[in-house]
């Protein structure tokens, strides 16, 4: 008779625990035990075996090693083949998240019309009936002969399947919903999830099958499921975007294969999700003109740089305490910001709210949008808008100084490319440039907060 016993495991980290606890004992994260029934047994587990070559287990010295011939799948979306480093690498086993209506689905099945038609793939629903799939592929005009449907959730069965069929490729939407009949805990519970990728980590990398796995995410926006599981793939990769807004962000947080610095934009519309070649161009469209409290800002994603426009508000408060909000911009940062203007250059927030918003969706996270934030700010403040025609980018110290940023002909050269007239750069970065003569752009040099809401004011 099967003996069972309640347990705790932490939804963060996989700790497994007699008895509930607030606090994970393991990674200090509260309110993520969840209660888990498992199944007390003298035999072992009826999972799928898996058994490696010797091939697999001997070792090799390094140099002895050949990676001539390693294989990348191109999409057919340059800005996922941008993301992924050059193309998804075969043998490999990826993670896509993202908040439900996003895209994820929709990208996968496009891309499955896009790779080599000579490649086999599999693509493995367990929240859709074939009819479903059948609909939006047809709604994306997807037309590929080697696409094979199969809907199902038991792993056994699906691990049966890749080891008969050896597919090129396999899509698992999404591993979630994958579960092992042997297990007596419920699908998309910690055990389950993290069980469900092992068998599939090992069938990709003992078969050299390419496997991209969709996963949930909590209300937090993290991947559901324990922490390790992001630990066991080769790659995750973020969808972030409004569902409200039609742009969406591709984004890297992990990448065995490539740069996790890299995005890719899209725009979703009637026929599925369209590369956006030209993001800066993008996220400018519908800019005012005039309007006090914008100013344009040169951010670097990777190695692209990317134009948008930092919209600053400052309004009298009826509160005690003045407001602060930041939208795609560090809080704490603002805060910051808003201490230096003060100390160092004489303008008041302490009576006012401030609002940052970063236009298109974007999360400026490098300190070079500092500058661009401290200009929108005080054109706010003062009601006075800034020069349509002028860029802006650097860092803000404690000091008021301006301090120098990277890649600074990069940013240069694409606001050249887009019109702007005079760009605003720290002075360190000035007297670093070959010949400010070559650049069809006024470049102005500036040492500290006050010379550079001086230089952007009109």
């Not at 600053?312 to 809080?331: C, E, H, I, W």
Request: proline content about 3%; hydrophobic content about 35%; aromatic content about 6%.
């Amino acid at each position: 008779m099967k003996k069972l016993k309640t347990v705790f495991i932490c939804s963060e980290c996989g700790y497994e625990s007699a008895k509930w606890n607030g606090i994970c004992p393991s990674c200090g994260q509260g309110n993520t035990m969840l209660e888990e029934v498992k199944e007390i047994s003298s035999a072992k587990s009826k999972s799928p075996e898996i058994k490696f070559t010797s091939d697999n287990i001997s070792q090799i010295k390094i140099n002895n090693i050949d990676i001539s011939s390693e294989v990348r799948y191109k999409t057919g979306f340059n800005e996922l083949d941008r993301v992924f480093g050059g193309g998804i690498v075969k043998g490999s086993i990826t993670l896509l998240g993202g908040t439900p209506g996003i895209g994820k689905s929709t990208l996968l099945l496009q891309i499955c019309n896009y790779l080599n038609k000579n490649l086999k793939i599999l693509y493995v629903s367990g929240e859709e009936s074939k009819r479903q799939i059948k609909m939006r592929a047809s709604r994306l005009n997807i037309n590929n002969e080697n696409l094979f449907i199969m809907t199902e959730t038991n792993i056994n069965l699906i691990s049966e399947e890749i080891k008969f069929t050896k597919p090129d490729m396999v899509i698992i939407d999404s591993v979630q919903t994958m579960n092992n009949t042997e297990s007596s805990s419920f699908p998309g519970s910690v055990s389950q999830v993290k069980e469900c990728t092992n068998i599939f980590l090992k069938l990709s990398k003992m078969l050299d099958i390419t496997i991209i796995m969709i996963g949930h995410v909590n209300k937090d926006g993290a991947i559901a499921g324990p922490k390790v599981l992001e630990h066991m793939v080769d790659a995750v990769l973020y969808f972030e975007g409004d569902n409200q807004n039609s742009y969406r962000i591709l984004r890297a947080v992990k990448n065995r294969h490539g740069s996790t610095n890299e995005i890719g934009v899209f725009e979703m519309n009637n026929e599925g999700l369209r590369e956006v070649e030209n993001p800066s161009a993008m996220m400018l469209s519908g800019k005012p003109n005039g309007v006090p409290g914008i100013c344009v800002v040169c951010t670097m994603e990777g190695s692209r740089p990317i134009l948008t426009e930092v919209q600053g508000l400052v309004t009298s408060t009826n509160f005690g305490n003045p407001r602060r909000m930041a939208t795609g911009f560090d809080y704490n940062r603002l805060a910051l910001i808003l201490a230096v203007l003060e100390k160092r250059a004489g303008y008041f927030f302490s009576s006012t709210d401030v609002y940052v918003n970063i236009v298109g969706g974007l999360k400026l996270e490098e300190p070079a949008a500092d500058l661009s934030v401290a200009i929108a700010l005080v054109s706010s403040l003062k009601d006075t808008s800034v020069n349509d025609e002028i860029i802006s980018f650097g860092e803000v110290g404690l000091a008021g100084e301006i301090r120098a940023v990277p890649n600074a002909e990069l940013r240069i050269k694409e606001a050249q490319k887009l019109g702007f007239k005079k760009c605003i750069i720290p002075y360190h970065n000035f007297k670093s440039l070959q010949n400010t003569k070559n650049y069809k752009i006024e470049i102005i040099g500036v040492k500290n907060i006050r010379e550079a809401v001086n230089s952007a004011l009109i």
